[in-house]
């Protein structure tokens, strides 16, 4: 570990993942089509079913790796679940949810510094989800009981549970090559989730 002397003029991590993942977090969302005119519910069910596909190994990828710091309430975070809540309001069965293709192509989660530069990530998905959800309810008629949930997984929590989550990050005494982890496995993260998207024809 670095001396906290050697990191008195480093970015903190916070400042370090919003720097190192801007340009990411623009592209992605330039090719989500959620705002897409040609956007409808056979597609939106595909993005939902893609999205599924790499929630599900991810957050178990994380959540079995015990790598996570101490102070992450994980099961308040959990959205799979959720996912599989949306994917049967669609009309999929168990059985159909349990063949969907998952993402192998995961970033690395062996080090605590990366588990939370992938849960910068995740976390901060969960931002946008009130705009989505109000434009899915306008679009396709689609709201948090019959398909939606997952776009506004927090709901009026969205705001305090990312306060509580950047209050988590702050307290992780990450020297400066771990925090260069954090950035790396968050920028993989934006990239296996775009690749794999990709891969699964749901993006513009």
Not at 22 to 38: D, G, I, Q, Y
């Amino acid at each position: 570990m670095h001396s906290q002397a050697h990191d008195v003029d480093a970015p903190s991590l916070l400042e370090a993942l919003r720097a190192g993942t801007a340009l990411l977090h623009v592209v992605l969302e330039k090719r989500l089509p959620f705002f897409s005119e040609r956007l409808d519910a056979h597609w939106y069910e595909r993005l939902l079913r893609a999205y599924y596909g790499f929630y599900r190994p991810m957050e178990a990828a994380l959540y079995d790796s015990d790598l996570i710091p101490d102070g992450f309430d994980q099961a308040m975070r959990v959205k799979t679940p959720t996912l599989v809540s949306d994917l049967h309001a669609l009309g999929l069965s168990d059985a159909t949810i349990h063949t969907l293709p998952p993402c192998t192509d995961l970033p690395r989660l062996d080090t605590p510094a990366a588990c939370l530069g992938a849960l910068y990530v995740l976390e901060g998905a969960t931002l946008g989800g009130q705009v989505l959800r109000r434009e899915m309810a306008q679009r396709l008629g689609l709201d948090a009981d019959n398909g939606a949930a997952f776009l506004d997984v927090y709901g009026a929590e969205t705001g305090r549970r990312w306060t509580d989550f950047l209050d988590f990050l702050g307290r992780q005494p990450l020297d400066t090559p771990a925090r260069q982890r954090a950035v790396d496995a968050a920028r993989s993260t934006f990239s296996c989730f775009e690749q794999w998207l990709d891969s699964q024809e749901v993006l513009l």
